[in-house]
T-cell receptor
């Protein structure tokens, strides 16, 4: 069964450093998403991406964040200058239509020290 | 804005007990509703969905019925197993406005022998 994959599974970085989280969505999906879950809190939407551009973003997704689909298979989330409060589990998801179930990857745990 | 409210956890049940996890929602449009499950150390897995009023989603013995009149989507299972121990998230996509998932806070279920 097709699945969403994410790398790395755990990333530790120092405050102020740049990190890139990588995702490979399901191959025939067209809509891509990033969510995050701070420990013990709810899953929060960050950004959605379709047709090579951002279709929606949340208040959390400020100028330090960016997304890219550098080739036909990868979807990345870049955090330019990490802060302590960016420590969270980051989930990538994909779907084949705008309004349909989204399939999630296993997540990348980001720890900012 | 859109929101999802779930019952507080943790919920602790004995094996073979009946499970109900309450979920209510507010949405500006006509939402599609979902239950996701997160097993320990894993990502989010789609459990079931319903896209219109009175639809019943079902999977792995779990059921939930889309009740527009009470804006609810309660999760039920007739006989839980230890392997059902996980965190359960109710979520919606407001089809009229966006494609992002809005999640509830999650309800932890612990099933004991």
């Amino acid at each position: 069964e097709p699945e969403v994959t994410q790398t790395p599974s755990h990333q530790v970085t120092q405050m102020g450093q740049e990190v890139i989280l990588r995702c490979v969505p399901i191959s025939n999906h067209l809509y891509f998403y990033w969510y995050r879950q701070i420990l013990g809190q709810k899953v929060e939407f960050l950004v959605s991406f379709y047709n090579n551009e951002i279709s929606e973003k949340s208040e959390i997704f400020d100028d330090q964040f960016s997304v890219e689909r550098p080739d036909g298979s990868n979807f990345t989330l870049k955090i330019r200058s990490t802060k302590l409060e960016d420590s969270a589990m980051y989930f990538c998801a994909s779907s084949d239509r705008r309004v349909s179930e989204q399939y999630f990857g296993p997540g990348t745990r980001l720890t900012v020290t | 804005g859109d929101s999802v409210t779930q019952m507080e956890g943790p919920v602790t049940l004995s094996e073979e007990a009946f499970l109900t996890i309450n979920c209510t929602y507010t949405a500006t449009g006509y939402p599609s509703l979902f239950w996701y499950v997160q097993y320990p150390g894993e990502g989010l897995q789609l459990l079931l969905k319903a896209t219109k009023a009175d639809d019943k989603g079902s999977n792995k013995g779990f059921e939930a019925t889309y009740r527009k009149e009470t804006t609810s989507f309660h999760l039920e299972k007739g006989s839980v197993q230890v392997s059902d121990s996980a965190v359960y998230f109710c979520a919606l996509i407001d089809t009229g406005t966006a494609s992002k998932l809005t999640f509830g806070t999650g309800t932890r279920l612990q099933v004991t022998l």
